[in-house]
């Protein structure tokens, strides 16, 4: 008999078992799987899903077939953060501190008191407080009939006094939160610059062309009428939001130095703008919006041309 010698595993003959490697790294071996695609993944690359797991670009196909949460009045659901209140309020902040500085004295922080709190001005709210026109100490004249129309924006961040700042920054972190909530970052933005910029145009065309404005009172003023109004458009309680209102205009029309138009204009630019977001038609509510918020600035630089004309003609 003849016998023949080979190597060992020669008599065994079909395929080695392999452990699977996970698709992404082949160096790592795996027994977990894809439970979408059945791909092997490691540890790494296994991503919780509501059953099993999956891997990333299984998630990935996933997020890009759910649409995105949407608000009541078709905004983002990250307004819930809060993010823009936030920032609104840590720029308002920052500016006060930028005005201390300027001023480097400490009536700046103290501002004129709750009798004044149109008071304690600085080198900063000079700069950009809302002014018709007027002449400087130095002989230059300034104002928005002079062409610093970034005024009209800038008074909305600047405050006169920390006092002032404390008011403001508190009832924006109450009404700005729930808002932002319910309508969403970008509408709840627009809404915000929209009121801020109206109470700003209406000082601007009612009140003495060479007295200072400035402070978050205009946005804030809109946020309360907006908030009412979106209230009363997802049918909710709005008993405790009227008192806080008229506790607010009796404040505006009693305490001296208080810009009563600047305060009267955000509150009705904000709800007018309210009425835009909330009563938007479902169908191409989104154009509608635009398309309001868009008519409304319009008309705010239509009557600061007009007021601008007036005081230099």
Known sequence: MTERSGQAGDATEGPVPTTPVCYRHPDRETYLRCTRCDRPICPECMRDASVGHQCPECVAEGRRSVRPARTAFGGGAAGRQGYV??????????????????????????????????????PLTEWGAVLGLAAFPDGTVGGVADGEWYRLVTAMFLHYGVLHLLLNMWALWVLGRTLEAVLGPLRFLALYLLAGLGGNVAAYVFTEPNRFTAGASTAIFGLFAAIFVIMRRLGRDTSAIVPILVINLIFTFTVPSISVAGHLGGLVVGA?????????????????????????????????????AALIG
């Not at 191409?284 to 409304?296: H, K, L, P, Y």
């Open 85 to 122: 209140t936030k920032a609104l309020i840590a720029l308002n902040v920052l500016m006060m501190l930028l005005s201390i500085a300027s001023a480097r004295s400490g009536n700046a922080i103290a501002g004129g008191g709750l009798g004044g709190l149109m008071g304690g001005g600085t």
């Open 272 to 308: 007018v703008t309210a009425l835009v977001l909330a009563y938007a038609p479902r169908m191409r509510r989104t154009v509608f919006q635009t398309a309001g918020c868009a008519i409304v600035l319009v008309a705010l630089i239509g009557l600061a041309l007009v007021r601008t």
